[in-house]
């Protein structure tokens, strides 16, 4: 009922930029946080950015500087402009959003199902 689908992943060379998308669609209510995790292969699930509905924003050390988050709540839609991108960048990149489907329900996180990002040297 809530599907949360990403775009935007590729080959890109250090140093160039890439532009991520994430569409939630389905039996929505609302949607509070929308966010960025990645994935490096033998690594844990980790958190690049996160955005409130209001536009507030935190990102990871690591990406500060370099990655935007951005959304649209009209479209329930969640961007992240990646800059200056670097081989320790590569990764599956995760969409991630917080969303209540039901009025007076409790609030459930929903995964996209990831999109690759490959930073070569």
């Known amino acids: 009922q809530v599907q949360l689908v990403e775009s935007g992943g590729g080959l890109v060379q250090a140093g160039g930029s890439l532009r991520l998308s994430c569409a939630a669609s389905?039996?929505?209510?609302?949607?509070?946080?929308m966010g960025w995790y990645r994935q490096a292969p033998g690594k844990q699930r980790d958190l690049v950015a996160v955005?409130?509905?209001?536009?507030?924003?935190n990102y990871a050390d690591s990406v500060k500087g370099r990655f935007t988050i951005s959304r649209d709540n009209a479209k329930n839609t969640v961007y992240l402009q990646m800059n200056s991108l670097k081989p320790e960048d590569t990764a599956v990149y995760y969409c991630?959003?917080?969303?209540?489907?039901?009025?007076?329900?409790?609030?459930?996180?929903?995964w996209g199902q990831g999109t690759q990002v490959t930073v070569s040297s």
């Open positions: 955005i409130g509905r209001s536009g507030s924003t």
């Open positions: 389905g039996r929505i209510f609302s949607i509070n946080y």
């Open positions: 991630n959003a917080r969303i209540t489907v039901v009025p007076g329900s409790y609030e459930n996180g929903y």
